[in-house]
Each structure stands twice: as structure tokens, then as C-alpha cells.
T-cell receptor, first 109, second 111 residues
């Protein structure tokens, strides 16, 4: 079993839709959590960190549930430019950063 | 604005040859990482390093060797390349905070 698992994609949604991605991790000692975005196999870029209290950045909301070892990303009012692969990243321990396999999002006009 | 650079960006090599992918960062970040990315697998951690002279195995270390004699460099060597090592390789660095900075990737084809 992978240490970090994500919803399989692809997600195909119309513009303006709300879409949610889920991610689970297996190591309860995991220390920090992130969502990254990757376009067309270019280098991934940080979208947002995930905090225990939940956090929001514009149309993006991230949630963490340590008890269930579960992370989520909600995108509201989807734009064409949101089309990308979204990667869940977990700092397992001591700086070991593990990526989920990624969820592909395609936003259609 | 240098950042993190990988070389070569593109490489074709033959099965059995030794190949070294170079990674250089200019920020003096303590952490450095090597990932490979294949369709259907996302990014998988090969090796990482918390500081010079400290390296640890990731998820898929077999067939790879790393070294970190200087903070700014983290080369990845395929001792005897196999077709299954055809992939895109990403080097990354971090100061231990929230952001990992990636290189642009090295596309390796083993024929």
C-alpha cells in the first residue's frame, strides 16, 4: 500500500463547478501536508499548505483530519486555467516528502 | 535568479551504461530530493538528503546511487541503466519549510 493515496482521476467538470479531491496517508507520525499543482509534466509548484484548522486561499480550501489521516482540497467556481494535475504531498518524518499519484482535473467550457 | 538546475535536460542512453544526472541549487537549502515520474505513478521518491554527507532511501532506490559531498550538489547515478528506468527525473530542494523547489526535470530514455 502506498504511503499517500489520492482519488483516481480524471475529473472532468464544467466551468463554475465545485470539485473536491481527497488524499489519505498511512503514517500517523506525518508532520506536514501540502497540495501541489503540476501542468503537463512540468515541475510541480506549491498550491497551498494544509493546516489542522483548515485554510482557504481564494477559491481553494484545504482541510486536514488527523484522526482519519485524510486531506482534502476543494476548488470552487472552477476556471479553465485550473486544469492541471493536483498532487497531495506529505512530510512523513524527518523531511521525507512523499507524493500521491496525482489527480487530473479537466475544466471544460 | 539561478535557483535549482538539472543537467542534462534530455538524455538517451543504452541499456547497461552508467548515467549521472546532475542537480545544483544556489540557495544553500539543507534538503534535496530526487523523484522519478512515470504515467500512472505520480512522483516517486528515489533518494533524499537532509544535509551534506547524509542521504536516505526513498520509495524506489534500487538501481540508483546518490552522493552529497557539497550542500549545493546532489547527483543521481544509474549504475547500469535499464529500460524500466526510462522516466522523467525531478530534483528538488527545500529549507525544511513549506515549499519544495523543483528543477525543470531531466527526460531520460534507455534503449
Amino acid at each position: 500500500r502506498k504511503e499517500v493515496e489520492q482519488d483516481p482521476g480524471p475529473f472532468n467538470v464544467p466551468e463554475g463547478a465545485t470539485v473536491a479531491f481527497n488524499c489519505t496517508y498511512s503514517n500517523s507520525a506525518s508532520q506536514s501536508f501540502f497540495w501541489y499543482r503540476q501542468d503537463c509534466r512540468k515541475e510541480p509548484k506549491l498550491l497551498m499548505s494544509v493546516y489542522s484548522s483548515g485554510n482557504e486561499d481564494g477559491r481553494f480550501t484545504a482541510q486536514l483530519n488527523r484522526a482519519s489521516q485524510y486531506i482534502s482540497l476543494l476548488i470552487r467556481d472552477s476556471k479553465l486555467s485550473d486544469s492541471a494535475t493536483y498532487l497531495c504531498v506529505v512530510n512523513i518524518a524527518g523531511g521525507k516528502l512523499i507524493f500521491g499519484q496525482g489527480t487530473e482535473l479537466s475544466v471544460k467550457p | 535568479d539561478a535557483g535549482i538546475t538539472q543537467s542534462p535536460r534530455y538524455k538517451i542512453t543504452e541499456t547497461g551504461r552508467q548515467v549521472t544526472l546532475m542537480c545544483h541549487q544556489t540557495w544553500s537549502h539543507s534538503y534535496m530530493f530526487w523523484y522519478r515520474q512515470d504515467l500512472g505513478h505520480g512522483l516517486r521518491l528515489i533518494y533524499y538528503s537532509a544535509a551534506a554527507d547524509i542521504t536516505d532511501k526513498g520509495e524506489v532506490p534500487d538501481g540508483y546511487v546518490v552522493s552529497r559531498s557539497k550542500t549545493e550538489n546532489f547527483p543521481l547515478t544509474l549504475e547500469s541503466a535499464t529500460r524500466s528506468q526510462t522516466s522523467v527525473y525531478f530534483c528538488a530542494s527545500s529549507d525544511g519549510g513549506n515549499t519544495i523547489y523543483f528543477g525543470e526535470g531531466s527526460w531520460l530514455t534507455v534503449v
